[in-house]
């Protein structure tokens, strides 16, 4: 059984296109988030959600919108993509609000905008 | 300003040597701390944490903290050939957030 799984695990598009990521995560933590890994491996958290409110939003264009329909599901819609949304995008989640015991990643999505 | 440095490396160590990667942080009140393994192409795996000054051992991995001087670091001892990868310092603070490095790429020689 995967704990954080994510899908798609491979995106590729074209500008200008709309697309989502989807997160879900077996370990009843109450607690997730995304973070964007760039080509020189810097993970930068973009979002977190505990328990379906938003508690972490960072500076991301407003093209980028979390969801979380439950503290299970966390997706990720991206709009009008552009050439720099070209990257692996990872889910994460943790047992509590905070980064107290570590997080446990998805996957990831390698998104490339062509 | 970078709030978690990592020395730059790549590192290249012989097979059963000693690898140490350092890191800095620039929150005073940072609480926990991690280091996380990635094999290329994969996700970050969670290896050790620490929370308090000193030394913790797990295995072949050795993590140190001195918020002193916002310093930890992480010593793999007789390092294999699947030591090799990126190693990732991470810091949590009381803003929820759980803040990376850039990573530092590890080789080791067989």
């Known amino acids: 059984d995967t704990a954080v799984s994510q899908t798609p695990k491979y995106l590729v598009t074209q500008m200008g296109n709309d697309k989502s990521i989807k997160c879900e995560q077996n370990?009843?933590?109450?607690?997730m988030y995304w973070y964007k890994q760039d080509s020189k491996k810097f993970l930068k958290i973009m979002f977190s959600?505990?328990?379906?409110?938003?508690?972490i939003n960072e500076t991301v264009p407003n093209r980028f919108s979390p969801k979380s329909p439950d503290k299970a599901h966390l997706n990720l819609h991206i709009n009008s993509l552009e050439l720099g949304d070209s990257a692996v995008y990872f889910c994460a989640s943790s047992q509590d609000r905070g980064p107290r015991y570590g997080y446990t990643f998805g996957s990831g999505t390698r998104l490339t905008v062509v | 300003q970078k709030e978690v440095e990592q020395n730059s490396g790549p590192l290249s160590v012989p097979e059963g040597a000693i690898a140490s990667l350092n890191c800095t942080y620039s929150?005073?009140?940072?609480?926990?701390f991690f280091w996380y393994r990635q094999y290329s192409g994969k996700s970050p795996e969670l290896i050790m944490s620490i929370y308090s000054n000193g030394d913790k051992e797990d295995g072949r991995f050795t993590a140190q903290l001195n918020k002193a001087s916002q310093y930890v670091s992480l010593l793999i001892r007789d390092s294999q050939p699947s030591d090799s990868a990126t190693y990732l310092c991470a810091v949590g603070s009381n803003d929820y957030k759980l803040s990376f490095g850039a990573g530092t790429t590890v080789t080791v020689r067989a």
């Open positions: 370990l009843g933590h109450d607690t």
């Open positions: 959600y505990n328990n379906k409110e938003l508690i």
């Open positions: 929150d005073r009140v940072s609480q926990s």
